[in-house]
């Protein structure tokens, strides 16, 4: 009886332990959400599984942000500038970011197999460190919730922000990745429109001011309100929108 009990004893601290939470180092000022393991631990897969050979797509929606660090790659890529609706700018504090979002799944098909092409089969799918929290936070100024997973190659350190409901990739970005040849405090952070090295303790680096959607054949027109980009987007990202307590415009 004594061994039926430490052998019940020792399954539920096994358990218990590999459903515990991974926690990660979280910058002063950054608001960050833990889902659950379980959570994380299927969107690492769904992950995976999409980066396949045999690709199902069924991590994309119709909507795809690429940020600004990866979009100043991409947007020289020649099947990715067959998308010719979605540009995107970043409106921090005085800094112009350019960036792209993808508005039906076609579209976030190309993005996804332009960055399946780059990450190959040598890669790795963990959390966050502390300067790739800085940096998105920076960029983004909304509250991150998990599952936000880096998928890290030789040359590249990319970020995936899923969203928890559906496991739907949202965020698309590229994490600026220090070499031998950088120091830690190199790590980009932006502060009141300026890149800088450090950032005031306890204080976001950026107000997100606004994200405007551009056409690609006119120049930009006057900016509709927050609740017509809602609209368009609302089915795929209702529940990040939420955490968004910042205007958006969309030109027509």
């Known amino acids: 009886m004594e061994k039926i009990f430490l052998t019940l004893f020792l399954l539920t601290g096994f358990l218990f332990r590999a459903q515990k939470t991974e926690t990660i180092t979280i910058p002063k000022g950054v608001v960050y959400n833990y889902s659950s393991p379980k959570v994380v631990e299927k969107a690492k897969k769904i992950i995976s599984d999409n980066l396949s050979d045999n690709n199902d797509y069924k991590i994309l929606q119709n909507n795809l942000i690429i940020g600004p660090e990866l979009w ?24 112009i970011l350019d960036g792209k979002m993808s508005q039906d799944i076609n579209d976030s098909k190309i993005i996804w197999d332009e960055f399946k092409n780059e990450v190959s089969h040598d890669y790795k799918i963990r959390k966050a460190n502390e300067d790739e929290l800085k940096y998105y936070w920076s960029v983004i100024s909304f509250d991150i919730d998990e599952p936000l997973l880096i998928v890290e190659t030789k040359e590249h350190n990319y970020i995936l922000n899923l969203l928890k409901k559906d496991l739907k990739l949202l965020w698309l970005d590229e994490a600026p990745k220090p070499d031998n040849n950088i120091q830690k405090n190199d790590i980009k952070k932006y502060q009141n429109g300026k890149e800088i090295d450090s950032v005031s303790k306890g204080i976001k680096e950026t107000a997100l001011e606004k994200v405007i959607l551009l056409s690609s054949n006119e120049e930009l027109n006057a900016n509709s309100s927050f609740e017509d980009i809602e609209l368009i987007i609302k089915k795929q990202i209702k529940y990040l929108m939420s955490c968004l307590k910042i205007p958006y415009d969309l030109a027509k």
């Open 72 to 95: 100043k790659r991409f947007k020289d890529n020649e099947k990715i500038q067959n998308i010719k609706q979605g540009k995107v700018q970043f409106h921090v504090d005085n800094l």
